[in-house]
Structures are given as structure tokens and as C-alpha cells.
């Protein structure tokens, strides 16, 4: 059964930057997009970034110009950087994959992220 892994994330100061990078254990065919999610203590998930296979990407506006989501389709992986850090933006950040026909939805283990002051 095809995962995703998470990888980077951790602890930084305010105004730094992190790296995150999510990989499919098995390749995938067809037409799918990956990205990020978060999840602050109390708070409910939110979309921060997805790419589809074509390129086209999404941004939320708490992370447009801050954040900057690649990837690699050949290798079947998301990147998320995150520059100019924000002590709000410290969550769980969680990968995931979204594949249509047969539609297909998968979550990475979630990596933390937090940015201190």
C-alpha cells in the first residue's frame, strides 16, 4: 500500500526558515496533487499549499509570499519552504496526496513545526 513520508520541520525562530518534503513510498500514475495541510492545538485543519501534476499550484493567504510548494513528479514528491516564519504558524504539518479515478487519498504522519519568538 503506497505511503507518504514526511521529512524536515522542527524548531526555528521567527522571521527563519524550514523545509519540508513528502515522498510517495510507490510511484504514482495519473493525474493527482499533494500538499499540506496544518493543524494548530485547537484549531481545525487547515490547507496551506498543494501542487497538482501539471504545475499548477495553491496557496492559502496566511502563507502567499512566504511560503513556496515544489515538486518533483518523476520522484513522486512535494516541498513546502517556509521563509519569514510566524509564531502562528507553528502546527502539525501534515502531508497528503490526492489522486483521482480511482480516487485515492492518502495522509502523511505529520511532522511539527514550531517557531519561537
Known amino acids: 500500500q503506497v505511503q507518504l513520508v514526511e521529512s524536515g520541520g522542527g524548531l526555528a525562530k521567527s522571521g527563519g526558515s524550514l523545509s519540508l518534503s513528502c515522498a510517495a513510498s510507490e510511484s504514482i500514475a495519473g493525474f493527482y496533487n499533494m500538499g499540506w495541510y496544518r493543524q494548530a492545538p485547537g484549531r481545525q485543519r487547515e490547507l496551506v499549499a498543494r501542487?497538482?501534476?501539471?504545475?499548477?499550484?495553491y496557496s492559502a493567504d496566511s502563507v502567499k509570499g512566504r511560503f513556496t510548494i515544489s515538486g518533483d513528479g518523476a520522484k513522486n514528491t512535494a516541498y513546502l519552504r517556509l521563509n519569514s516564519l510566524k509564531s502562528e504558524d507553528t502546527a502539525v504539518y501534515y502531508c497528503f496526496l490526492e489522486k483521482q479515478s480511482p480516487y485515492l487519498w492518502l495522509w502523511g504522519q505529520g511532522t511539527q513545526i514550531t517557531v519561537s519568538s
Open positions: 501542487i497538482f501534476r501539471n504545475g499548477n499550484t
